[in-house]
């Protein structure tokens, strides 16, 4: 790259592929250097008798033949140019045979895509466009073939051959190689292609779908991790089951296999059968996976299952349509997670995460709508906005049509689009098929629309009239591709509490009595303003708005903080109710950061420490419940709505209030310390799963007051956990704080787990998050230690984007910036997908900098932008 600016892609400018390619067989032949790919390729022209050149995408590799019909093609007849392969000689017929045969260096690609080498054994990314780098082929996911899979390699190198579909053939060859042959059966795009190549050991399990049907699963890890698989097998056929109680829609093949590899880009990807996993999402067990570990393998797996229909069988038109499966599959593994464990905890979190990561992006330079109208790398639209908007955009659909219209409503997608390549369009129109709703201000606004919408409500009390009025005036600010919103059409989901706390029977004004009175009233929002008038109010209620979470907006109110106190204590809502705390923390923290902001010393409302202390009390809730709701917002939520960032005054507001409910509550927070902590053996039930949350919690305030004899609990705990998820906590509460037990643990830690590539990470990441001084020399020294592979995207995961959540990341001295820059611009070097990300995130907050960082962020940035970046980052820095 890149001289000149890199060129954008417009979805306005979607055109079809003038051809079919209804059946691709391919023969991959390892050897010891490279690999040999031979295509063969069955062409249609979808219109006439063609002749007309034929578009491939392809890059780094070199063509060997090329032939049509068995003819092979002069070099007069095709060109070759970095990332194509046009053939011009063309025959005037409706159907020919394309041959190809390239080399490629599978074990020279560091870039995790394509065909690769990860860890031991050899895998593929393909999504979004690294196809091209297997073989030349229309690199785009609305060209679906039927794929024929021949995989040749050395014997004992290789012993596990995979690809996507059934198993059809084995067969040894000279030369101590042998063969493997695979068949899929549906046509499929070619980013649910996938290979696997090495020496694997292997879990089988079998799944009995509702007809009778026998489907073998398979686990497929390094040799000697297998007993690792065991939860693995148990989610996957959890899952399919649940899809297939819930939607009607089972899996059709004969196999499904997950393989877990050690070098991933992403989490793990959807291939038709051929799962593969980043090995963290696969393996565990109560030695070296936390409960956070268990839960994610959960999720991960649910949501690969759930891509099977919501993706691979319907798949997708375009890149700019990617929400369409992702925000479809987070919204399945959100419900499957709510349905299958604790429904306000999965909301409260999945709302952190929009709020912490979604709602930064749609303030930030990059903002986007969930279906963009242009892009330079598709691999830059694997956004929060694309998948976690994405979702609560399909929540917002499943909450104004209902359940059961949703339900309908996809079973008309999927018969409708079962095997062709869909549009977001497709989508709405079967849910407007089903339920009868016109959702064309929803599609238009949020589909097409970047920026979270800002909603302001007051209300009035008619005590004569017995009547309450609720107003909603919406904006939203502008965002690159639009300044002049429209206004959003959403959800809002609304409670009114009386004085007891009890929920009130809800009309509206004009409602009939044949219309049921509900304690929830959902109210459809649709104007820059709009009032609703409940009837039958007898006594002047607290409203509890934006009920679960119903549309992800910025909803504001002048709540008192008595009512916030109320609701925390009260609200049958439980995201509300957790809300309201937060709220409440929002309000006496700002205060607080305006405090020091004046030079003075910060402070805590005696009365949000009282309400923390009733969650303490409260012996109705569930513990998980208060371990979150203990936890007052987060940094960045905190930094989110301040014009200019002070992540100095923030880090000590917040830090004043923690340890002010430590030191009120000292004592209730050690009696819950003491009666979690009682010796009984690991089990993995939710019970004791909530237990361990609120008794680490309560530890790592106790631990904050810095007295002996918590860090002494802290130590004695690490010493006689018998799971993961209790020694991590220690770590984590220990992390910030300066005693010599720190050193000790962590470095008793390492001993014992250094070997442990999984167990190792929180290591990494505990000490990458550390406030205290010296963070980022530890860092560099961590760096050249044998637990961590520069090239491996995981652990730049732990230990660099880790970082960039540390408020030490933004020391006014300017060497955290200097140093992220200089690790992305080396990154960059073998995976841009990587470095674009870390890119985003670490400048994110350029726009809100005080001049001084402002100053030293932009020089990084322009260092970067001198050092020939790749597309995918001069896309994202190119735009700050
Ligand atoms: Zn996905």
């Given at each position: ?106 074990f020279?690609n560091e870039s995790c895509?394509?065909?690769y080498k990860s860890g031991n054994i050899l895998c593929t990314q ?34 596990v ?35 696997v190549a090495g020496n694997l050991g292997v879990i ?15 686990i497929y890890v390094d040799s000697g991790s297998e007993n690792r698989t065991k939860y693995a097998l148990?989610c ?22 997950i393989v877990a590899a050690d070098s991933f880009n992403a989490g793990a990807m ?5 799962n593969i996993f980043s090995s963290r999402y696969i393996l565990a067990d109560p030695a070296t996976a936390t409960d956070s570990d268990y839960q994610n393998i959960a999720a991960i797996i ?416 690490f010493?006689?956990a018998d799971n993961m998820t209790d020694r991590v906590a220690v770590l984590y509460?220990?992390t ?9 643990v962590f470095e008793r830690f390492y001993a014992d787990w250094r070997l442990d590539t999984l167990a190792i990470d929180d290591w990494l990441c505990a000490q990458a998050i ?8 530890w860092i560099k020294t961590a760096e050249n230690d044998p637990v961590y592979d520069r090239k491996n995207p995981n652990k730049i995961h732990v230990l660099l984007f880790s970082f ?19 690790k992305?611009?080396?990154i960059?070097?073998f995976n841009?997908l990587i470095?674009?990300n870390l ?42």
């Amino acid at each position: 790259m890149n001289e000149n600016k890199p060129e954008k892609t417009r979805l306005a400018d979607y055109r079809p592929y003038p051809f079919e390619i209804t059946e691709t067989r391919l023969t991959i032949s390892i050897n010891d250097d490279h690999a040999v790919v031979t295509g063969r390729f069955l062409f249609t022209a979808k219109t006439g008798k063609s002749g007309s050149p034929v578009l491939l995408d392809g890059k780094n590799m070199e063509l060997l033949t090329l032939k049509i019909d068995g003819r092979k093609i002069p070099p007069s007849g095709f060109l070759v140019s970095r990332d194509h392969l046009v053939i011009l000689d063309i025959p005037k017929k409706k159907t020919f045979v394309l041959e190809t045969e390239v080399r490629i260096d599978p074990f020279a690609n560091e870039s995790c895509e394509g065909l690769y080498k990860s860890g031991n054994i050899l895998c593929t990314q393909c999504e979004s466009d690294c196809f091209r780098r297997i073989t030349y082929f229309p690199d785009r996911p609305d060209v679906l073939s039927v794929y024929t899979v021949r995989l040749e390699a050395d014997r004992e190198k290789y012993p596990v051959l995979l690809s996507n579909g059934n198993e059809i053939e084995t067969g040894q060859l000279p030369a101590g190689r042998h063969y493997a042959i695979w068949s899929d059966p549906f046509p499929k795009p070619c980013y649910l292609f996938a290979a696997v190549a090495g020496n694997l050991g292997v879990i089988k399990g079998k799944y009995a779908a509702k007809n009778g049907r026998l489907i073998e699963l398979r686990i497929y890890v390094d040799s000697g991790s297998e007993n690792r698989t065991k939860y693995a097998l148990e989610c996957l056929k959890d899952s399919l089951s649940w899809f297939e109680n819930k939607y009607g829609l089972p899996y059709l093949l004969d196999l499904y296999m997950i393989v877990a590899a050690d070098s991933f880009n992403a989490g793990a990807m959807e291939n038709t059968g051929l799962n593969i996993f980043s090995s963290r999402y696969i393996l565990a067990d109560p030695a070296t996976a936390t409960d956070s570990d268990y839960q994610n393998i959960a999720a991960i797996i649910n949501h690969e299952s759930d891509h099977y229909w919501f993706g691979n069988l319907v798949t997708v038109r375009d890149w700019f349509q990617l929400t369409l499966k992702e925000g479809l599959a987070v919204f399945t593994d959100q419900t499957y997670m709510a349905e299958t464990a604790s429904a306000p905890i999965k909301r409260i979190d999945d709302v952190n995460r929009l709020r912490n990561y979604q709602f930064t992006e749609d303030a930030g330079p990059g903002a986007a709508p969930i279906k963009p109208s242009e892009a330079i790398s598709f691999d830059n639209l694997y956004t929060a906005t694309t998948y976690r908007k994405g979702a609560e955009v399909v929540r917002m659909i499943h909450t104004l049509v209902g359940e059961e219209d949703y339900l309908r409503g996809i079973k008309i997608y999927v018969i409708n689009h079962r095997g062709q390549a869909a549009t977001t369009e497709d989508f709405v129109t079967a849910m407007e098929t089903a339920s009868g709703r016109d959702l064309s201000r929803f599609r238009e606004t949020w589909y097409h629309q970047a920026g979270t919408p800002v909603c302001r409500v007051r209300t009035e009390y008619d005590k004569k009239r017995k009547t309450y009025s609720l107003t909603v005036e919406q904006n939203c600010p502008p965002t690159p591709e639009c300044s002049d919103k429209k206004p959003f059409y959403f959800p809002l989901a609304v409670g009114l509490l009386n004085s007891k706390g009890r929920d009130m029977s809800l009309r509206l004004k004009g409602e009939t009595d044949s219309v049921p009175a509900l304690a929830t009233k959902v109210l459809t929002v649709y104007e820059k303003r709009q009032t609703f008038i409940f009837k039958g109010i007898t006594e002047k209620p607290i409203p509890s708005l934006l009920r679960n979470f119903s549309a992800p907006v910025k909803l504001f109110y002048d709540y008192t903080p008595e009512e916030l106190a109320f609701l925390m204590a009260y609200d049958s809502d439980p995201f509300n109710r957790y809300e309201a705390g937060q709220r409440f923390a929002v309000l006496d923290l700002e205060r607080s950061i305006a405090h020091i902001q004046k030079g003075e010393e910060p402070s805590a409302d005696p009365a949000l420490i009282f309400a923390y202390g009733r969650l303490l009390d409260d012996r109705f809730l569930d513990k998980d419940f208060v371990a979150l709701a203990l936890t007052p917002p987060s940094e960045k939520e905190l930094l989110e709505n301040m014009e200019i960032c002070d992540f100095n005054a923030v880090a000590r507001a917040r830090n004043h209030l923690i340890r002010g409910i430590a030191r009120a509550h000292e004592k209730k927070l050690k009696t819950i310390y003491d009666s979690l902590n009682d010796g009984r053996p690991y089990a993995h039930d939710r019970e004791a799963i909530a237990g361990r949350a609120l008794k680490n919690k309560a530890l790592c305030y106790l631990a904050l007051l810095g007295k002996k004899e918590y860090i002494e609990l802290a130590c004695s705990q690490f010493a006689n956990a018998d799971n993961m998820t209790d020694r991590v906590a220690v770590l984590y509460c220990l992390t910030n704080i300066r005693c010599k037990e720190r050193k000790t643990v962590f470095e008793r830690f390492y001993a014992d787990w250094r070997l442990d590539t999984l167990a190792i990470d929180d290591w990494l990441c505990a000490q990458a998050i550390s406030e205290l001084p010296g963070v980022l020399e530890w860092i560099k020294t961590a760096e050249n230690d044998p637990v961590y592979d520069r090239k491996n995207p995981n652990k730049i995961h732990v230990l660099l984007f880790s970082f960039l959540g540390n408020p030490k990341y933004h020391d006014p001295a300017g060497e955290g910036y200097e140093f992220i820059a200089a690790k992305i611009a080396s990154i960059d070097k073998f995976n841009h997908l990587i470095a674009a990300n870390l890119a985003k995130r670490a400048f994110e907050n350029y726009g809100r900098l005080d001049p001084v960082r402002k100053e030293l962020m932009r020089k990084a940035i322009d260092r970067l932008l001198k050092s020939e970046p790749s597309d995918k980052l001069y896309e994202i820095i190119s735009k700050i």
